[in-house]
């Protein structure tokens, strides 16, 4: 967040200009601003400390409010979820035998390993939540109109990585409840036509055993991500090409500075993270014993947005060849 | 830098010194969302060898010094608390305190140098073995080291 | 190769007609004698005597246990074919003499033959072999069975010559005699209650003798539950508190010695207790006073009374100390396994309970133990016990409490976090409006 921080008042030498005569820092900050993530071009042959100012000084649509808010969340969700998450991997192991032992170690005995798996797991609540009312709005104000097709691809394509990284997770703490929600999915999605058995193909069969669970593991913390950081790069991108979603009709639109922007975000996560620590803190995802494929305790339903998928599953008639 | 503020108004040394107390004040306090991050994040990835591990694997019983001969001491670790009996001026063996029948603690009975179980009077003696009684197996031994009169035992 | 041709021979004796195939496989001879045997067989298995065999020292349906008796005797020869005996070499002449080589009635029924032993002759036949020796050394088997059948209640009425008693073979069969560990055997612990119930659950027999029907009673006890519902082949059958060979009730003084074979921990405090030392000679309580001889009962609560009252009716303090043992032992059970119903909260947390288990463990110990006690009737003895299990089940409980609590703490810590928080966005919110006052006006 050093780009955001705004210039020393007094003028003094500082740490910036010392490195500034070693390192073009302008064109490092540039990869940012090519990866998308800021609105202008920036001329990497200025001192950095004029380009930051430029493009704090550059006026932006407030985007921070208002429903386009929600693409914002899907981004710093997942940098939140690609934080804990990468901290959770250094202590679990996917093998059966250990992934509920290895789950429960950092849960239980691991200093504030409580924190990180229940602000992972009520991120991933939230961000599923996110992904799918943005995809809503989306749809709902129309705009998936051209040019803003691959936005709509692309938040299309972010609420179904979004459920399958949730579907790959659960499965992953291998507690009773987890093992036999998963047991119970992978059975819808088995039963769709065509998609079905390529799916069974693809995770490593139709009994959920330690081959499927490897195949979960590598599905959540690497497949799945890179596309879905794939589609943040996209949004973004796209983004200054096709420019924000208008603003509600019979509104101005306001406009105001990406340094006013910048902290609004920060604010916007300061606040989030508050939520998800007051979530994780009061109402914590509990666990059941270890996973018995022996055993199924009761209360066991597919996870929520499988309910869908589930119920037209009922009602449709598939052929019984399929 | 040079907005006024309504409160700020008339002093010119002041305000200044205020307004860089007050930079620097919330400047230390945004700086201490990364001290409690690096807190977190720094007790959570300490590598695990250094904490005190319940299931440790090597248990300290004490000192060599503090046993009489022939006498047995129950040391209470975890879910598998054991015995330590000094047999004589050197050798000390240890024996899980758990009977193999119905999981009850034994007692150690000195006079006669077995592990009885006060469930169903099941007796062992101290290698282990199975004297009498229900018990199916033999008691569990674990190797014993003395070092620098500290009696470790390994589990 | 006897052995094997003796196969087709007993399926002619049967009247079997796959028979006529094998011819092939027999030597000359053989085939001679089959045909005769053709011929005559169909009478021979009928047993009569009599009939001329030209060809009898052929040895078509010879075994080395059975000799040739099984040629009119298949039943028999199948039944035996299969014993320890007949493994060990002991032939049909062992035990009912004559002469297993002939085929002729005659010859086979000879010099030497007894026929079908008389129950009464038994035993001593059994105790030829059995009481020698010289000839069990080599099995390590006890030769002193027939002694101690004499002193038995089926070997006292034997001797008095009432013969419808057990003997050896019923319980061990005549002619099928299995080693005890073969779980086909009657004297497989598993087989032996229906062994023994096979008279003693016989309730006509049991009428005429005026005794009860100790089979059924048995099969309601706790013994035989554990034996048949759970398995467990240590659990006691007849013999265990009869003897074996020497079956017979044990003595009213000696009833604790008997039980206490197993429950050792029950009869120490029982002959601790004021129950024991209030017997005099032979009369007074013993285990079967509250427990039942056969029907064997774990005490109950609703039991006790009835128990209590057969010789307390009148002292209701003392009917009283049952109950009171009993709730005072429910009490310390209770605190232990709220004390496990915390842990189990405290694993969903999940707090570490490892530490926790293991006191639940030991106070589950003395709960135990606190049961052998209670037949001391003491209050204060079980007390020692339920006192220390319910002290441990408070401990552990009042520690999960505890940590519970630090969760709650966490709450507390949520609360000061979020002004914390608030104060933040307060600071990012200066800056945000101070950059925007400073940001439009005076830079370019």
């Given at each position: 967040m050093s780009a955001t921080r705004p210039p020393d008042p007094n003028g003094r030498a500082s740490w910036v200009d010392w490195l500034e005569r070693r390192i073009n820092l302008s064109e490092i900050f540039s990869f940012l601003t090519h990866f998308g993530f800021v609105i202008t071009p920036v001329d990497t042959s200025r001192p950095v400390r004029e380009v930051l100012r430029e493009v704090a000084e550059t006026p932006v649509p407030k985007y921070a409010s208002g429903p386009r808010v929600l693409g914002l969340l899907t981004a710093i969700l997942f940098a939140l979820e690609a934080v804990t998450g990468v901290l959770l991997a250094y202590y679990?192991?996917?093998?059966?035998?250990?992934a509920f032992e290895s789950t429960r170690t950092i849960v239980r005995d691991l200093p504030a390993g409580w924190f990180l798996h229940q602000m992972h797991a009520w991120g991933a609540w939230l961000l599923a939540a996110v992904v799918v009312i943005r995809l809503l709005r989306l749809f709902w104000d129309g705009l998936y109109r051209a040019p803003r097709e691959v936005l709509w691809w692309t938040a299309v394509a972010m609420v179904w990585l979004v459920l399958q990284l949730d579907f790959t997770g659960r499965l992953l703490t291998w507690d009773a409840h987890s093992y036999w929600a998963t047991v119970r999915g992978m059975e819808v999605v088995f039963a769709l036509p065509i998609a079905g058995p390529i799916l069974a193909f693809l995770l490593g069969g139709r009994v959920v055993n330690d081959d499927v669970l490897i195949r979960f593991y590598a599905l959540h913390v690497m497949v799945l991500p890179t596309f879905y950081a794939a589609c943040v790069y996209f949004t973004f991108a796209t983004l200054r090409r096709v420019g924000l979603s208008p603003a509600p009709e019979g509104r101005p639109e306001a406009t105001t500075t990406f340094r006013d922007h910048l902290y609004t975000m920060l604010m916007l996560t300061v606040g989030l993270f508050g939520v998800l620590v007051t979530l994780a803190t009061v109402l914590p995802f509990r666990f059941l014993s270890a996973a018995d494929p022996y055993v199924t305790p009761g209360g066991v339903r597919p996870p929520w947005y499988m309910l869908a998928p589930y119920a037209t599953l009922q009602w449709l008639p598939v052929p019984a060849w399929l | 830098m040079s907005a006024p503020r309504e409160r700020a108004?008339?002093?010119?040394?002041e305000p200044a010194t205020r307004r860089r107390f007050l930079t620097w004040l919330s400047r230390a306090f945004l700086g201490l969302w990364g001290l409690g991050a690096a807190g977190v994040v720094g007790a959570y990835l300490r590598a695990p060898e250094h904490r005190e591990k319940v299931a440790g694997h090597l248990v300290s019983a004490g000192l060599l010094d503090d046993f009489k001969i022939g006498e047995g001491r129950l040391v209470r670790h975890g879910v598998s608390p054991f015995y330590v009996v000094r047999l004589d001026a050197e050798r000390v063996v240890a024996l899980s305190?758990?009977?193999?029948?119905?999981r009850c603690i034994v007692d150690f009975d000195r006079e006669r140098r077995v592990l009885v179980c006060p469930c169903h009077d099941g007796r062992f003696d101290l290698a282990g073995n199975v004297l009498s009684g229900p018990p199916p197996r033999a008691l569990p031994t674990y190797a014993v080291s003395v070092r620098a009169g500290e009696i470790f035992v390994h589990l | 190769m006897t052995a094997t041709r003796s196969a087709p021979a007993i399926e002619h004796a049967g009247g079997g007609r796959r028979g006529a195939l094998a011819p092939g496989l027999l030597p000359l001879p053989a085939l001679a004698s089959l045909a005769a045997g053709l011929l005559l067989l169909p009478a021979l298995a009928l047993a009569q005597p009599g009939n001329p065999n030209p060809d009898a020292s052929a040895p078509t349906a010879v075994s080395p246990g059975s000799g040739r008796c099984g040629v009119c005797h298949p039943t028999e020869r199948v039944q035996f074919e299969k014993s320890q005996h007949a493994e060990e070499g002991v032939r049909c002449t062992s035990c009912h003499g004559g002469n297993d080589r002939s085929l002729e009635v005659a010859s086979a029924h000879g010099a030497g033959f007894r026929g079908r032993p008389a129950r009464k002759d038994v035993p001593a036949l059994c105790a030829s072999c059995h009481s020698s020796e010289a000839r069990m050394r080599p099995y390590n088997l006890p030769v002193d069975q027939h002694a101690l059948y004499q002193t038995s209640g089926h070997g006292r009425l034997l001797a008095r010559g009432d013969t419808r008693v057990a003997v050896c073979s019923d319980c061990h069969g005549a002619h099928d005699i299995l080693p005890p560990k073969d779980p086909a055997s009657r004297t497989f612990t598993l087989n032996i209650p229906r062994t023994c119930g096979a008279c003693h659950g016989d309730s006509t027999l049991m009428k005429q003798r005026g005794k009860p029907d100790v089979f059924r009673l048995y099969m309601g006890s706790v013994h035989a539950r554990e034996l048949y519902d759970r398995g467990n082949l240590r659990a006691p059958t007849c013999v265990s508190c009869h003897g074996v060979h020497g079956a017979a009730p044990p003595a009213l003084g000696d009833v604790d010695k008997v039980c206490g074979q197993c429950h050792t921990a029950e009869r120490r405090y029982f002959m601790a207790g004021g129950h024991y030392r209030a017997r005099s000679g032979d009369d007074g309580p013993e285990c079967a006073s509250c427990h039942e001889a056969h029907t064997v009962q774990a005490a109950q609560p609703e039991r006790l009374a009835g128990s209590c009252a057969q010789c307390h009716a009148k002292d209701a303090k003392t009917l009283a100390l049952g109950r009171r043992i009993w709730t005072d032992y429910h009490s310390a059970a209770d605190e232990v396994e709220k004390a496990a119903a915390l842990t189990a909260r405290a694993d969903a947390v999940p707090l570490q309970t490892d530490d926790y288990r293991a006191r639940i463990e030991e106070a589950r110990t003395y709960l135990r133990e606190a049961l052998p006690a209670a037949h001391a009737v003491q209050e204060d003895v079980v007390a020692g016990f339920t006192t220390r299990a319910r002290s441990m089940g408070h401990e552990v409980q009042s520690e999960i409490y505890g940590k519970l609590g630090h969760l709650r703490q966490r709450k507390f810590v949520l609360i000061l976090f979020w002004f914390y928080l608030l104060l933040t966005l307060l600071v990012l919110k200066r800056y945000r409006d101070q950059g925007a006052r400073k940001g439009s006006p005076d830079r370019p």
């Open positions: 679990y192991k996917p093998t059966p035998e250990a | 108004a008339p002093a010119t040394g305190a758990v009977c193999t029948h119905v | -």
